[in-house]
């Protein structure tokens, strides 16, 4: 099974179960969230949305100034993990809500105990896609065996982190082929700019690389097989 299906699954049916918690909420405590949206120029980005939520309820939400800076005081969930969205249209399917960027999404490792979250800048890339196109030959007896990696367009991170890395490559999809299967088209968003990188072995022969750009419009790679 692919297995950013299976995250999205996962996450799903963890949204299920969490949707009948109860949020804990003590002695009305609030925490500030702060922090600037930048693209991956450094350029200012106004109108970002930014929300915070635990079990699946919004506490609090803003939008980035014309300055690209926010700042946000949120009610605080004592018991369970905390969340803070970054150009998330919904928790429910993790969606971007400014389709020209990516997103990110802050987690606490567990209850959140801070009362101060400064996010620091934060920098969300472009987004762009890419094709691939496996055709299988007629009259060839060949069997197909790969991996494709690229990077989400939401990138998750821990709010107990004060980096705020690149999420490369955290998609990953494994697939296989025999001479009897249909062509097959994988189209996918991911950042622009960056590369989707497709391992295959032809036959369980040796692994053999190559890099897809990322562009918009999609760059589309036909792999002959």
């Given amino acids: 099974m692919k297995l950013h299906l299976y995250k999205i ?22 925490l500030l969230v702060k922090g600037k949206v930048v693209d991956e120029n450094g350029n200012a ?9 635990a079990v699946n309820r919004s506490l ?15 009610l605080n969930a004592n018991t369970d993990p905390l969340h803070v969205l970054v150009n998330i249209a919904s928790s ?5 809500e400014n389709p020209d960027y990516s997103s990110k999404v802050y987690t606490s490792e567990g209850a959140n105990s801070q009362l101060l979250l400064d996010l ?20 060839d007896n060949n069997s197909l065996e790969y991996t494709l990696s690229y990077t989400s ?30 062509n097959r088209t994988l189209n996918r968003e991911s950042i622009l700019g960056s ?8 036959n369980n ?11 918009n419009p999609p760059t589309t790679y036909v792999f002959e097989y």
Avoid at 195 to 202: G, H, I, S
């Fill in 205 to 215: 022969g040796a692994t053999q690389t190559i890099e897809i750009p990322v562009t």
């Fill in 45 to 53: 980005l106004p109108n970002i949305s930014i929300k915070t939520e």
């Fill in 60 to 74: 609090a939400n803003t939008r980035s100034d014309a300055n690209g800076n926010f700042e946000l005081t949120s």
């Fill in 195 to 202: 590369v989707a990188v497709f391992e295959y072995k032809l």
């Fill in 92 to 96: 429910i399917n993790f969606e971007n």
């Fill in 120 to 139: 620091g800048t934060i920098t969300l890339s472009g987004l762009g896609s890419f094709s691939l196109y496996l055709k299988n030959l007629s009259g």
């Fill in 9 to 30: 699954l996962l996450f799903s049916a963890v949204l299920l179960f969490t949707s009948c918690e109860k949020l804990e909420i003590t002695n009305n405590e609030r």
């Fill in 153 to 182: 367009k939401v990138c998750r991170l821990s709010l107990e982190s004060n980096s705020n890395p690149f999420c490369e490559l955290d998609q990953v999809e494994n697939g296989f082929a025999d001479p009897t299967s249909e």
